[in-house]
């Protein structure tokens, strides 16, 4: 079992940084690829970024470059730095961690989620 926590959400003005956090505990030997999705209100859940244990990167095209995602192995945390961030980009953050083997199930793990709000 993997266990996933995040923190770091909260308000933020429109145009402001907000650095979020998720640390991986349990069997975190199996985890390959860590990411982030958000999920605003009415809306379906959406890839933000994810980054393979090897630092390999993707991110949602519609981030422009605002985004960055990084990790740390020793920690077992990836984090995720948010700049000039918009109103509609309020919505619940959601850690995500996919195991390294092919077909294992669950194929998601998912953290509790973090309240990202972007308010003036």
């Known amino acids: 079992q993997v266990h996933l926590v995040e923190s770091g959400g909260g308000l933020v003005q429109p145009g402001g940084s907000l650095r979020l956090s998720c640390t991986a505990s349990?069997?975190?030997?199996?985890?390959?690829?860590m990411g982030w999705y958000r999920q605003a209100p009415g809306n379906e859940r959406e890839l933000v970024a994810t980054?393979?244990?090897?630092?390999?990167?993707t991110y949602a095209d519609s981030l422009e470059g605002r985004f960055a995602i990084s990790r740390d192995n020793a920690k077992n945390t990836v984090y995720l730095q948010m700049s000039s961030l918009k109103p509609e980009e309020t919505a619940v953050y959601y850690c995500?961690?996919?195991?390294?083997?092919?077909?294992?199930?669950?194929?998601?793990?998912w953290g509790q989620g973090t309240q990202v709000t972007v308010s003036s």
């Open positions: 980054i393979t244990k090897g630092g390999t990167t």
């Open positions: 349990g069997s975190i030997f199996i985890i390959n690829t």
């Open positions: 995500n961690a996919k195991p390294a083997i092919r077909g294992m199930s669950p194929s998601n793990y």
